[in-house]
């Protein structure tokens, strides 16, 4: 399962030969748990493994594989980041897509070596999500051939890059262009912001740190002002735009090419999702074959608390999510290397179609997966509550991606845009046209669900059910869309005025994207064990989806009544089908104890005694008699008692 889960039986030993490493490198694990640290030992604590690991990588891992550098990360530096987080996930992304050859040779390799450390600064104070609107402006000085940055006013600060604020000596950072006062928009720049000697700021520069937040507290994310800084022309990343010396502005082949590091975070963001979502349900899963608590039967002990339906119901359908998840982020990060090398080849053409299923699925992953831990959480009772479960802060963490990369609802926006389009094709006759993703919206289909009456049919039932409601809403979206803008209304307003139903036609969409998904994969499945237990997971998955959207089917009467209960009789059957299953399910991920970070999660289940030891390490714990007792309570205590 590990084999499917992560790719390959080569992928999943070679996860297993790297956390074994790990487990025998004292040095690379928390020195204390992280949640009785304050957020600067924490930094500190993460800055004395990093630069261990800088050092002994090589002895770990193959360092030029991305998989295994994630692994490694994900053990030792730990999901609350680390202080060149950024460094990997967007500035060497944005050099490897957007700078040239040239550049590319100059930066990279020193990126590369950890020589300068680097982020990707592109949010401002005032805007986040509407880019045309970024303030911050980078005129070109014909005279000395050099752009100058500056932040006009504090709205036009740039604010939250990630280790930005105290780690990064570089950034690529976005802003205006504007050549002989005409404005070309946003574009990225490589920019110095820090001495590499003495990592004092420039001259010029103005950069700190946003202070704490709901959760990723290890990370430095930042503030950053120009004062009319200058950078060299040269460092406009020039790959695919050019500024020549005379200012001759060559344009890309695709006028939105420059937002490649945000596609590549999003496409590959959805794996990272998928295990945070494991690794909670394992930390909850484990503890609920565990805990127990009352009985079913009177007259037999107690019960381990996942054997209540309502535990396996809060807790297995996120089984299914985070598998889904993996699969289909696994076929995205494919998509998205494609995309990538054809790009860089200068073939945009597939740009569209990844911007869009990448938008949906960025949301859709992300919103469901907080839902799925913070159940994870609640199904550990008070203990869950307790930091030693460590769910809360994986909650804080994947939570992040809903709004980090693009505002959910704004990337719903995104696909929907496109889902209008493909739905003026349909309406034109053009059906034809249609790319692979939308192919469905064109195809007609039956007048009812057969899912209950074909229930061997090897999903294909399920995945026309799910087509026929997501084609349906698309079609009613547009359909009010259009209508609005018949009877006069400007295009904008009508949008704005269908947006709650263009979101859910989006939504539709992409669940149906991840069905299928899920589908194609268990049908590659050769070994008959583990096509039984996806199968298993699969069939709940689709049955609990269904259910879930159930009223945008009821309501043409594409599913009767009856096959709503025959859905949620499916639902309780493979419940109850995957329970002996549902802990092998989520070890399967194959996750260290010193990679969840969990006393409720732990592998050999002795929990209560490691929670006594836990609560002992407490640092209010050293004295029996704290300093604000001694100086606040015991006076007050004193006083009344006079
Ligand atoms: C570890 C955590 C690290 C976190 C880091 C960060 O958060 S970093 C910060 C992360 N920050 C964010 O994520 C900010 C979120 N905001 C954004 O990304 C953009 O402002 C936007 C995409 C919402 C709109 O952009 P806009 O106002 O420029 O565009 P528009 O709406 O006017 O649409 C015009 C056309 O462009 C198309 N198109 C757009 N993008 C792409 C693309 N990538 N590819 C291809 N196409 C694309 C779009 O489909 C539309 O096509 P149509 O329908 O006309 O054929
Ligand atoms: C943990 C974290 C890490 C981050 N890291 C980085 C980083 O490394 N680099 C970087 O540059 N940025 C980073 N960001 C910033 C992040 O990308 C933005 O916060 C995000 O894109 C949302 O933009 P915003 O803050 O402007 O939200 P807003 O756009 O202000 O959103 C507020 C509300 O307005 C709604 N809204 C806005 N526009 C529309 C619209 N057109 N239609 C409908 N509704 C709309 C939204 O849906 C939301 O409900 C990070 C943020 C977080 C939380």
């Known amino acids: 399962m590990a084999a499917q889960i992560w790719g390959s039986e080569k992928r999943a030993r070679r996860r297993r030969e790297i956390s074994a490493k790990i487990a025998q490198m004292p040095e690379l694990h928390d020195s204390k748990p992280l949640p009785f640290m304050t957020r600067e030992e924490k930094i500190m604590e993460s800055a004395r493994k990093l630069t261990i690991l800088t050092e002994k990588m090589g002895q770990i891992i193959d360092p030029t594989d991305p998989a295994e550098l994630y692994h490694l990360n994900n053990e030792v530096l730990g999901l609350e980041g680390n202080p ?68 006009p006013q504090i709205t036009a600060l740039k604010w939250w890059p990630g280790n930005l604020g105290k780690s990064s000596n570089y950034a690529v950072v976005v802003a205006h262009m504007i050549i002989k006062a005409k404005n070309y928009g946003p574009h990225p720049f490589m920019v110095q912001l820090r001495d590499e000697k003495t990592h004092e700021p420039l001259p010029g520069i103005t950069i700190g740190d946003i202070g704490p937040k709901m959760a990723y507290n290890i990370v430095d994310n930042g503030f950053l002002g120009f004062n009319k800084y200058r950078i060299p ?110 790009m860089k080849s200068g073939n945009v053409s597939l740009m569209a179609d990844l911007h869009a299923l990448t938008s949906g699925l960025k949301s859709v992953v992300t919103y469901q997966t907080g839902e799925g831990i913070e159940q994870a959480r609640m199904a550990c009772g008070g203990h869950g509550y307790s930091m030693a479960s460590y769910i809360s802060e994986i909650y804080g963490v994947a939570i992040g991606g809903c709004t980090y990369e693009g505002e959910n609802m704004v990337m719903l926006l995104q696909l929907a845009r496109y889902l209008v389009k493909s739905a003026a094709l349909v309406k034109s006759g053009q059906s034809s046209k249609l790319g692979p993703l939308v192919a469905y919206l064109g195809v007609k289909s039956e007048p009812t669900s057969l899912i209950d009456r074909i229930p061997n ?116 059957l493979y419940l109850g089908k995957i329970r002996p299953n549902a802990v092998s399910l989520l070890d399967s991920w194959e996750f260290s104890d010193i990679e969840l970070r969990s006393v409720l999660g732990r592998r050999d289940g002795n929990v209560y005694e490691n929670l006594f030891k836990w609560a002992k390490s407490s640092p209010l714990n050293k004295t029996d008699v704290l300093s604000s007792v001694t100086q606040y309570l015991k006076p007050m205590m004193e006083k009344a008692r006079l």
């Not at 990707?120 to 100058?148: C, I, R, S």
């Not at 050769?526 to 989806?545: F, G, M, P, S």
């Open 84 to 151: 060149m987080a950024l460094h990997g996930v967007m500035f060497i992304p944005a050099l490897s897509a957007q700078a040239s050859d040239e550049q590319q040779a100059k930066w990279l390799p020193r990126a590369l070596r950890r020589e300068i450390i680097g982020t990707y600064a592109q949010t401002e104070l005032g805007h986040g999500t509407n880019l045309q609107n970024l303030e911050t402006t980078a005129t070109y000085d014909l005279a000395t051939q050099e752009f100058v940055l500056h932040t």
């Open 457 to 572: 049919s090897g999903f294909t039932e399920y995945v026309k059910t799910f087509q026929h409601v997501s084609k349906r809403q698309t079609l009613k979206a547009a359909d009010m869309f259009f209508g609005l803008m018949e009877k006069g209304e400007k295009r904008e307003i009508a949008w704005n005025k269908c947006s709650v139903e263009l979101n859910r036609a989006s939504r539709l969409h992409t669940r149906l994207f991840i069905v299928e998904a899920f589908v194609r994969r268990v049908n590659e499945i050769a070994d008959i064990r583990i096509k039984e237990a996806l199968t298993d997971l699969l069939h709940l998955h689709v049955n609990y989806e269904l259910l879930d959207i159930a009223s945008y089917a009821l309501e043409d009467g594409f599913l009767s009544a009856s096959q709503l209960d025959y859905i949620r009789d499916q639902v309780y």
């Open 233 to 342: 022309r040269t460092n406009l990343l020039m790959r695919h735009t050019k500024v020549e010396a005379d200012g001759t502005y060559i344009k890309p082949p695709h006028a939105k090419i420059n937002y490649s590091a945000m596609v590549h975070v999003r496409a590959y963001m959805l794996t990272g999702q998928a295990i945070m979502l494991a690794s909670a349900l394992n930390i909850a899963t484990r503890y609920s074959s565990v805990r127990r608590q009352g009985q079913i039967d009177k007259s037999q002990p107690e019960v381990k608390v996942l054997e209540y339906q309502t535990q396996q119901h809060r807790l297995f359908p996120s089984i299914a999510r985070a598998y889904a998840f993996q699969f289909a982020g696994a076929e995205t990060v494919k998509l998205y290397e494609h995309v990538l090398k054809e």
